[in-house]
Every structure is written in structure tokens, then in C-alpha cells.
């Protein structure tokens, strides 16, 4: 099992940042995914970015915004978010993959409003 927390979300105003943290703990080897994905208020859960394999792959609007990295010592999972809108508003949600399995964070309230 892997378990993972998540921080760094809150409200922020349009235009501003903020970078969202997801730590891995338990049976993290071989972790080859770590991924950033969304779910606003009806509608369907949505992939922001993905590291895997050293690629990195990011949702169309999201792009030249949003920057994920990945720290391996700390096996941690970052999303750094800038220039929000408030079309971003969403729970984010961290998801790990490793030959173990498929693990979702508790996610965490992301709010862009005025």
C-alpha cells in the first residue's frame, strides 16, 4: 500500500499562484507514475499533469501555467500554479502508480475567486 498526503491547496486570486505538495509513504518502490488530476463541482475527475518515466505530459489548459516536478529522495510530487484562473477551481487530487497498484490522495480545495 501507498499512502499519500497532500498540502498546498487554499484560495488564491485570479492571476495568483499557489503549489500544491504529495508526499508518498509505505510501499513506494517502483513508482514509475505521479500524476496531478481535478474534479470540479459536477463535473468528471480530469488529468492536470503527469510525470512518468521522465516525461512529463499536461492537460491543454493548463499548459504554460502549471509545472509539475517530481523530488525522488523525498518521493514527493509537486504542482506549482500560476497565472490562475477561475476556471481552475477544482479538488486536486495526487495519484501514484507503482506494480503495487493505483493510489488516489484526499485531495485538496483549490479555490481562484475575486
Known amino acids: 500500500q501507498v499512502q499519500l498526503v497532500e498540502s498546498g491547496g487554499g484560495l488564491v486570486q485570479p492571476g495568483g499562484s499557489l503549489k500544491l505538495s504529495c508526499a508518498a509513504s509505505?510501499?513506494?518502490?517502483?513508482?514509475?507514475?505521479m500524476g496531478w488530476y481535478r474534479q470540479a463541482p459536477g463535473k468528471q475527475r480530469e488529468l492536470v499533469a503527469a510525470?512518468?518515466?521522465?516525461?512529463?505530459n499536461y492537460a491543454e489548459s493548463v499548459k504554460g501555467r502549471f509545472t509539475i516536478s517530481r523530488d525522488n529522495a523525498k518521493n514527493t510530487v509537486y504542482l506549482q500554479m500560476n497565472t490562475l484562473k477561475v476556471e481552475d477551481t477544482a479538488v486536486y487530487y495526487c495519484?501514484?502508480?507503482?506494480?503495487?497498484?493505483?493510489?488516489w490522495g484526499q485531495g485538496t480545495q483549490v479555490t481562484v475567486s475575486s
Open positions: 495519484n501514484v502508480r507503482n506494480s503495487g497498484g493505483f493510489y
Open positions: 509505505g510501499s513506494i518502490f517502483g513508482i514509475y507514475y
Open positions: 510525470h512518468f518515466n521522465a516525461n512529463t
